[in-house]
Structures are given as structure tokens and as C-alpha cells.
């Protein structure tokens, strides 16, 4: 037998989690992000007018 205990401190609704009966629900996500692009670093226009 195995259990797993913490504290939801979110305020958020955990029923939808809780199940009757005997029930085992597995489940896995796998991530892996690739993030490409780019980024042109912006030209600063300073104009000193000294009339």
C-alpha cells in the first residue's frame, strides 16, 4: 500500500481529484521546450537641443 499526504495551502477545489472506491490513475508529462528566435536590441535616439 502506498499513500501520499501534504498540505494545499492554494485555496483552490481538490474534489475533482478525490475519487470513491479503488481506484490507481498514473500519470506522466514530459516537457521539452525549444525556444528559438531573435532579438534586436533597440537603438537609443538621444537628441540634446543646447539654443
Not at 472506491?21 to 533597440?42: A, D, F, H, Q, R
Request: glycine share 10%; charged share 20%.
Amino acid at each position: 500500500m502506498a499513500q501520499a499526504g501534504g498540505w494545499d495551502r492554494s485555496g483552490q477545489d481538490t474534489s475533482i481529484i478525490l475519487k470513491d472506491g479503488n481506484l490507481l490513475e498514473i500519470t506522466s508529462v514530459s516537457v521539452n521546450p525549444k525556444v528559438t528566435g531573435t532579438y534586436k536590441v533597440p537603438q537609443l535616439l538621444l537628441v540634446i537641443d543646447c539654443t
